[in-house]
């Protein structure tokens, strides 16, 4: 009993165990229940997040396009056409008046310019006038003196009045090139009258200074003629000796023989030896030609002193073209600090110190240009010099360049009536020593550049300036201004492109492959891409225009390779 009590008892504690078991394996299934259910619960919680971040994502996508697309009310479409019209009609008067004052300033610039030009042409129109008085004055007083200085002479020379006749000659050489020679209207000279006064010696004292004894006169009568005709036989001797030539006849073939007046005469005359006629004539033309290269030496001489004058003027000349362009380039320097300065809205002290160096360098500005005029004129008056040496014809220089007025320049520059220039092949220069030109062609819509400016002329700035010029179709305009610098210019753009002037003034620079290896690339950007050059408004709006306004002519080099103008101002 014992046992089966421990069996029942083992029953007994079993049968509970298995209630539990079984409790257990029920909880296990609502716990299994539970974790699929809160797995479940889990995704649905992401389903329920994502949707909501969908549904957020699609709010502000919502939101992003409300603001990239606002609703306008009609109202507010009709505010704001009407604001922007307004802007616009602002703008466009705004512009209008700034164009019309520009337009005002540029036109009063002109006017004063011009009224300047005009004043200074008049007073050099009466100088001129002046000095073509007081040469007509003085040519009239030269002539005169030159017929009664004639006159003496050729009377002294007849009347054998020796000492009158030498004392006449030594002034006669600052009248006459070749005093010796000085004939009457029919062509007598003074050894001719000489000869028909019979004064043996008289001829004598001209054919040491080199009278020609063979010279024929009026009828074609030589002096020995004459000497025969009249019947002085020493007269004749002195001739015959001197290399005169008996077989020379006059018009009407008659020999001295012919005309001899006595018989002792003819007979020496016949007796004559010929021969040495023609040895005397080859002695004399020796003597002529030892004196002529004398004189060719001198004037050589006196030619090189007045070359070395023009070289000295060159030099000094050069020299003060240099300090006038250090002047201009100083004056832009200290006109750019007074702008910066102002533009800072630095104090007013500092900006009247700017001023005050403004005005300054104006002042030597104005010395600057007083002391190149000088060296020019100095230069000038070398070169007449030398030219008075070099060729006795005293003719002025023909000043370079086809005249126009300035109120000519639109239809002659930009409109080119009647294609003078494009059928040159040449691009124009403009000589204007008023300046008005230059403000016409900085107003215009043009690339101007003033070539004396550092900054303007900066390899990369110039650059553009061509390129932006060619892109738009527009004048490239290079000023000289009054400066003589072509050679530093031409240097400034071999920096851009080794002879880029050549290519400029030969024109090449229109072809495409030309014009496009100035182009830098990425550094000048979509705006200078190759399909943004239009070739057809190249070739019809792009020009090159030069610009002078110095009181000399431009370089001759640059005057040779363009089509030069030349403005004259009239009133």
């Given at each position: 009993?014992?046992?089966?009590?421990?069996?029942?008892?083992?029953?007994?504690?079993?049968?509970?165990?298995?209630?539990?078991?079984?409790?257990?394996?029920?909880?296990?299934?609502?716990?299994?229940?539970?974790?699929?259910?809160?797995?479940?619960?889990?995704?649905?919680?992401?389903?329920?997040k994502s949707s909501k971040a969908g549904a957020l994502l699609k709010g502000k996508k919502g939101k992003a396009k409300e603001k990239e697309e606002p609703k306008w009310t009609p109202e507010q479409k009709a505010a704001a056409v009407t604001i922007q019209s307004r802007f616009k009609g602002f703008k466009a008067r705004k512009d209008f008046v700034e164009q019309k004052a520009k337009k005002a300033q540029m036109e009063e610039e002109m006017e004063m310019l011009r009224r300047q030009a005009y004043q200074a042409e008049v007073e050099y129109e009466r100088k001129q006038a002046a000095k073509r008085r007081q040469a007509q004055m003085e040519e009239a007083k030269r002539r005169k003196a030159e017929a009664k200085m004639r006159k003496d002479l050729l009377e002294a020379a007849y009347d054998g009045e020796n000492e009158d006749l030498e004392e006449l000659l030594e002034k006669g050489r600052k009248i006459f090139k070749d005093v010796v020679e000085v004939a009457d209207a029919n062509n007598n000279t003074m050894l001719s009258e000489a000869a028909a006064g019979g004064h043996a010696a008289t001829i004598r004292l001209l054919l040491e200074r080199d009278a020609d004894p063979n010279v024929t006169g009026e009828f074609g009568r030589s002096p020995l003629w004459r000497a025969c005709f009249l019947g002085h036989e020493e007269a004749m001797q002195a001739l015959l000796e001197a290399g005169a030539d008996p077989r020379i006849p006059n018009e009407m073939g008659e020999q001295p023989v012919h005309v001899a007046n006595s018989a002792a005469?003819?007979?020496?005359?016949?007796?004559?030896?010929?021969?040495?006629?023609?040895?005397?004539?080859?002695?004399?033309?020796?003597?002529?030609?030892?004196?002529?290269?004398?004189?060719?030496?001198?004037?050589?001489?006196?030619?090189?002193?007045?070359?070395?004058?023009?070289?000295?003027?060159?030099?000094?000349?050069?020299?003060?073209?240099?300090?006038?362009?250090?002047?201009?380039?100083?004056?832009?320097?200290?006109?750019?600090?007074?702008?910066?300065?102002?533009?800072?809205?630095?104090?007013?002290?500092?900006?009247?110190?700017?001023?005050?160096?403004i005005h300054e360098q104006e002042e030597n500005l104005a010395n600057a240009k007083k002391a190149a005029a000088a060296a020019l004129e100095k230069l000038q008056m070398a070169k007449f010099a030398l030219r008075e040496k070099e060729s006795k014809d005293g003719e002025e220089e023909e000043l370079p360049g086809e005249a126009i007025k300035i109120k000519d320049l639109?239809?002659?520059?930009?409109?080119?009536?009647?294609?003078?220039?494009?059928?040159?092949?040449?691009?124009?220069?403009v000589w204007d020593a008023s300046g008005q030109s230059g403000i016409f062609l900085r107003y215009i819509d043009s690339n101007y550049v003033n070539a004396v400016s550092k900054a303007l002329m900066e390899p990369n700035k110039l650059r553009r300036s061509i390129l932006g010029a060619m892109r738009y179709g527009k004048p490239f305009v290079l000023d000289l201004m009054d400066?003589?610098?072509?050679?530093?210019?031409?240097?400034?753009?071999?920096?851009i492109q080794f002879?880029?002037?050549?290519?400029?003034?030969?024109?090449?620079?229109?072809?495409?492959?030309?014009?496009?290896?100035?182009v830098r690339?990425?550094?000048?950007?979509?705006?200078?891409?190759?399909?943004?050059?239009?070739?057809?408004?190249?070739?019809?709006?792009?020009?090159?225009?030069?610009?002078?306004?110095?009181?000399?002519?431009?370089?001759?080099?640059?005057?040779?390779?363009t089509f030069p103008f030349r403005v004259v101002v009239k009133n």
């Open positions: 009993m014992p046992v089966a009590k421990k069996a029942g008892a083992a029953g007994a504690k079993k049968a509970p165990a298995k209630k539990k078991t079984a409790g257990t394996a029920s909880k296990t299934a609502k716990a299994k229940a539970g974790s699929a259910s809160s797995k479940l619960g889990a995704k649905g919680k992401v389903g329920a005469m003819k007979e020496a005359l016949e007796g004559w030896d010929t021969a040495r006629t023609d040895k005397l004539v080859a002695e004399r033309q020796a003597t002529l030609e030892l004196k002529k290269l004398k004189l060719e030496e001198e004037a050589a001489a006196e030619i090189a002193d007045a070359q070395s004058g023009v070289d000295q003027a060159q030099e000094e000349y050069e020299g003060c073209q240099r300090q006038l362009k250090h002047a201009h380039v100083e004056l832009e320097k200290r006109i750019t600090e007074h702008d910066t300065c102002v533009g800072e809205g630095k104090g007013e002290e500092l900006i009247k110190v700017t001023l005050q160096h639109d239809d002659v520059l930009l409109k080119d009536i009647g294609n003078k220039v494009r059928d040159s092949g040449k691009w124009p220069l400066v003589d610098i072509w050679d530093e210019v031409q240097r400034d753009m071999d920096l002879e880029l002037m050549d290519k400029v003034l030969d024109q090449s620079i229109l072809n495409e492959r030309t014009y496009l290896s100035l690339q990425p550094g000048d950007g979509e705006e200078y891409e190759a399909n943004k050059f239009q070739e057809a408004k190249i070739r019809e709006k792009f020009k090159v225009i030069f610009l002078c306004s110095g009181k000399s002519p431009p370089p001759a080099d640059l005057l040779a390779k």
